[in-house]
C-alpha cells in the first residue's frame, strides 16, 4: 500500500506478530466494521488500547486528539469519570439479567423527557436493527411494502437499506452489497436528497404503496449534508398527505444536535424516531420509539414481532443513563461555539494555503472537511470530491496526531472534552497539512 512517507504509521505494521498482522490474519480486511480498516485512505488500520477525553492511544503507544469520537458514540469525551463509575458500579449486580431491569425504565423516561415524540420505545443492541424494527413497524402500521430512502444516508446494513437507485426517478432500489437480494433491495427507492420533485414523484408513480420515509435529518454519512431549507417541512407534508410514516433516523443526531434531536432543532415531528450510539455511553445500543398508537403494534402487545436477548443490557442502561447525566444545554452551546471556531479555523487554512478545492460543511456540532470546490448538497455532489486528495491529507492529520474519520464520506465528531487547545492543535496541523 501507498503510504505517506510522512505518515509515521508506527512499528505494529512491521512485526507480523504484532496485533496489526494477527487481526489482519483474523478478520475481513483486520477489522469489525469495514472502515476501520482506513482503505479508502489508503493508510494501514489503527489500532487502538485507550481513550483519555478527547485522546486515543494506539498499540504503538501513539496518542492522538480523536475526532473520530466512536463514530458518534462518545460525545463526552472517552473513559468520562461518571460514565465509567456508573459502569463499574452496575457490573457487581451481574449483567444480562433475562428479565426487566429498573435501568431500563430509568433510561427510557429520560430519552421520553427528552424527546416527547417518543410515546413509547424499544431497545435494541445497535442502530441497524433499531432502523430494522422501526420500519417493520411502519410496514406492519401502513399494510403497505415500499420504503423511501436517500442516497447518502446510511441506515445500518440491513439487507433493505443495502439498496442504490435504480436507473432511472422513482424506480425500485437495485442492491448495493453482494448478498443482498433483489426482491429485497427492490422494496426501497432511493431518492436524490433535498430534492422535492423527485420526492413528488415518486409518489406520483407509488401512490398508497410507501409505508415510510427514512432520513438522516442531517445527512452524516457521506460527509455532512444539511437539509435545505424547507426540506425537512417538505418531507412533513408529503409523507401526511399519503398516509405515510415518516421515520427520523436520529441515531446520530439524537442528544448530539442538543439533547431534542434534529427533531427539536428543526420543529418536526416523526411518527417514529431511531437512536443508538450516544444513548449507550459506549455501549452497543439502540433504540426506535413514537407514536403510541404505532408502538403498540409491537409485540406482545401487537402483530409485529421484534426482540433482543441482550436488548437493554444493564450495563448499557447504566452508561447511557450516566452520559445523558452529562448532556447539559450549556455544554451544547459550548460544543457549537468551538466547532465553529474549527470549521471557521479550516476555511482559513484552506484559503492560506491557497486551496480552492476545499470546503468546510458544519451542521451544529458536527463538520466535514470536503475535498470540493462546493459545499455538496447531495450524495451524489459528495461523491464528485476528490478522494485522493482527501487521503493524502488524513494521512498527513494522522501523522500530525489527530485522527480523522479515515474516509473522505464521514463526519467528524468533536466532543465535550475537545477544549480550545485541542481545536488549536488540530488546526495547526491542518495549516501544515492542506500545504503539502
Ligand atoms: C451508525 C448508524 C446506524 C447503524 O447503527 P449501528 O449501531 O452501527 O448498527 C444507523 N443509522 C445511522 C444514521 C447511523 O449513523
Given at each position: 500500500m501507498a503510504v505517506d512517507p510522512a505518515d509515521d504509521t508506527g512499528a505494529g505494521i512491521a512485526s507480523a506478530a504484532g496485533p496489526r498482522a494477527r487481526a489482519a490474519d483474523l478478520f475481513p480486511g483486520g477489522v469489525n466494521s469495514p472502515v476501520r480498516a482506513s482503505r479508502s485512505i489508503d493508510a494501514p488500520p489503527v489500532l487502538l488500547v485507550s481513550g483519555d477525553g478527547p485522546y486515543v492511544t494506539d498499540v504503538d503507544d501513539?496518542?492522538?486528539?480523536?475526532?473520530v469520537g466512536a463514530w458518534g458514540a462518545a460525545i463526552t469525551g472517552h473513559a468520562h469519570p461518571a460514565v465509567v463509575a456508573a459502569v463499574q458500579d452496575a457490573t457487581t449486580n451481574g449483567f444480562a439479567l433475562?428479565?426487566?431491569?429498573?435501568?431500563?425504565v430509568a433510561l427510557g423516561e429520560a430519552i421520553r423527557a427528552a424527546m416527547p415524540s417518543l410515546e413509547r420505545l424499544r431497545f435494541t443492541s445497535s442502530g441497524t436493527?433499531?432502523?430494522?424494527?422501526?420500519?417493520?413497524?411502519?410496514?406492519?402500521?401502513?399494510?403497505?411494502?415500499?420504503?423511501?430512502?436517500?442516497?447518502?444516508?446510511?441506515?445500518?446494513?440491513?439487507?433493505?437499506?443495502?439498496?442504490?437507485?435504480?436507473?432511472?426517478?422513482?424506480?425500485?432500489?437495485?442492491?448495493?452489497?453482494?448478498?443482498?437480494?433483489?426482491?429485497?433491495?427492490a422494496t426501497t427507492l432511493v431518492l436524490p436528497w433535498n430534492d422535492p420533485d423527485a420526492l413528488r414523484e415518486a409518489f406520483r408513480v407509488h401512490p398508497d404503496a410507501i409505508a415510510a420515509v427514512i432520513v438522516e435529518p442531517i445527512i452524516a454519512n457521506s460527509g455532512v449534508i444539511p437539509p435545505a431549507a424547507g426540506w425537512l417541512e417538505t418531507l412533513r407534508e408529503v409523507t401526511r398527505a399519503h398516509g405515510t410514516l415518516l421515520v427520523f433516523d436520529e441515531v446520530i443526531t439524537g442528544f448530539r444536535l442538543g439533547r431534542?434531536?434534529?427533531?427539536?432543532?428543526?420543529?418536526?415531528?416523526?411518527?417514529?424516531?431511531?437512536?443508538?450510539?450516544v444513548i449507550g455511553g459506549g455501549l452497543p445500543v439502540g433504540a426506535y420509539?413514537?407514536?403510541a398508537d404505532l408502538m403498540t403494534l409491537v409485540a406482545p402487545d401487537g402483530?409485529?414481532?421484534?426482540?433482543?436477548t441482550l436488548a437493554g443490557h444493564p450495563l448499557t442502561m447504566a452508561a447511557?443513563?450516566?452520559?445523558?447525566?452529562?448532556?447539559?444545554?450549556?455544554?451544547?452551546?459550548?460544543?457549537?461555539?468551538?466547532?465553529?471556531?474549527l470549521a471557521a479555523g479550516l476555511w482559513e487554512a484552506a484559503r492560506?494555503?491557497?486551496?480552492?478545492?476545499?470546503?468546510?460543511?458544519q451542521a451544529g456540532p458536527l463538520l466535514t472537511l470536503f475535498m470540493a470546490s462546493t459545499p455538496p448538497v447531495d450524495g451524489a455532489a459528495a461523491q464528485r470530491a476528490n478522494r485522493a486528495t482527501f487521503a493524502r491529507f488524513c494521512r498527513a492529520m494522522r501523522a500530525r496526531g489527530v485522527l480523522l474519520p479515515p474516509s473522505q464520506f464521514e463526519a467528524w465528531f468533536p466532543g465535550f472534552a475537545h477544549g480550545d487547545a485541542e481545536i488549536d492543535l488540530v488546526l495547526a496541523a491542518a495549516r501544515e497539512a492542506l500545504r503539502t
Open positions: 501513539r496518542r492522538y486528539i480523536d475526532l433475562g428479565m426487566t431491569h429498573p435501568g431500563e436493527e433499531a432502523v430494522m424494527s422501526a420500519l417493520r413497524l411502519a410496514r406492519a402500521a401502513t399494510g403497505r411494502d415500499l420504503v423511501v430512502m436517500f442516497e447518502g444516508a446510511y441506515h445500518g446494513h440491513s439487507d433493505a437499506l443495502l439498496a442504490s437507485a435504480g436507473s432511472g426517478l422513482a424506480t425500485l432500489g437495485v442492491p448495493a452489497s453482494a448478498g443482498v437480494p433483489a426482491v429485497v433491495a431534542g434531536g434534529a427533531q427539536a432543532r428543526f420543529g418536526i415531528e416523526p411518527d417514529l424516531t431511531t437512536l443508538g450510539k420509539g413514537g407514536r402483530p409485529m414481532y421484534q426482540a433482543g447511557g443513563l450516566a452520559t445523558l447525566a452529562e448532556l447539559r444545554p450549556e455544554r451544547f452551546v459550548a460544543l457549537e461555539e468551538r466547532v465553529t471556531r492560506d494555503a491557497g486551496r480552492a478545492d476545499v470546503s468546510v460543511v
